[in-house]
């Protein structure tokens, strides 16, 4: 399975070394809702099989 090693909530910085990406560019993907997540306060809650969808191409409808 893709991932296995991570929780199923992931933390921005999880994402960032998921995706060998920097956390500016993790921030931009969530800004503009490309990985699916639920934003509390200014904390982003995402599960790991929303960036699993982003990685795979799987597209959602964003709801709100």
Not at 28 to 50: C, E, F, M, N
């Amino acid at each position: 399975m893709m991932f296995q090693n991570y929780p199923d909530i992931v933390s921005v910085e999880d994402i960032a070394d998921m995706l060998n990406l920097g956390k500016s560019s993790v921030y931009s993907l969530l800004q503009s809702d490309q990985i699916r997540h639920v934003r509390v306060g200014k904390k982003y809650i995402v599960p790991k099989q929303a960036v699993i969808d982003f990685v795979s191409g799987v597209r959602y409808d964003s709801v709100g």
